[in-house]
């Protein structure tokens, strides 16, 4: 199985940073795919952004320009630096990878996982 945890939610004031982090573990033998979801109260799952096993990236718009996301494939990690944040910000974070991995002589190629979540509330 593969586990993903994520780290470095927490309130912040409204401009200010956060930087989260996923580390995704397990008998994984290839990452492709690796983003941030997050989920405000009352509100739909949204894609804030991903990274392709090749460096390509995309962000929802309400993010250009203020968060990057980038990884460290020898970690098997993902980060989202989160810049200038805002109130509307304001959710549980995500992390998902897509993953090829074994399990008890198994294997699965192209399986979506989820992290667990962080909370990130940007507030005064």
């Known amino acids: 199985q593969v586990q993903l945890v994520e780290s470095g939610g927490g309130l912040v004031q409204p401009g200010g940073s956060l930087r989260l982090s996923c580390v995704a573990s397990?008998?994984?033998?290839?990452?492709?795919?690796m983003g941030w979801y997050r989920q405000a109260p009352g509100k739909e799952r949204e894609l804030v952004a991903d990274?392709?096993?090749?460096?390509?990236?995309r962000f929802a718009d309400s993010v250009k320009g203020r968060f990057t996301i980038s990884r460290d494939n020898a970690k098997n990690t993902v980060y989202l630096q989160m810049n200038s944040l805002k109130p509307e910000d304001t959710a549980v974070y995500y992390c998902?990878?897509?993953?090829?991995?074994?399990?008890?002589?198994?294997?699965?190629?192209?399986?979506?996982?989820w992290g667990k979540g962080t909370l990130v509330t940007v507030a005064s």
């Open positions: 990274i392709t096993s090749g460096g390509s990236t």
């Open positions: 397990g008998s994984i033998f290839s990452i492709n795919a």
């Open positions: 998902s990878v897509v993953v090829d991995y074994s399990d008890s002589g198994m294997y699965y190629y192209g399986m979506d996982c």
